[in-house]
């Protein structure tokens, strides 16, 4: 993989959102914006999938604190 790709970047945060790997979503996402910081779609997609990764993890902790309350 080019290091400088920024499709290849944006093209796989989305496929991890896809597959609920939120931490690797962000990642890519965060790299693109780190390599284009003018990439709207990028950086529209950094910060949902921040959004998605902290809901999935409130509702994980959630479900667990119910467990062992």
Do not use: W
Request: proline share 3%; net charge positive.
């Amino acid at each position: 993989m080019d290091p400088k790709n920024v499709k290849c970047y944006y093209f796989r945060g989305k496929a991890f959102l896809e597959t609920k790997e939120f931490s690797k979503a962000v990642d890519c996402f965060t790299r693109l914006v780190q390599i284009d910081p003018n990439h709207a779609d990028g950086r529209k997609e950094l910060e949902n999938a921040k959004k998605i990764k902290k809901e999935h993890q409130e509702r994980e902790h959630k479900k667990f604190s119910r467990m062992f309350s």
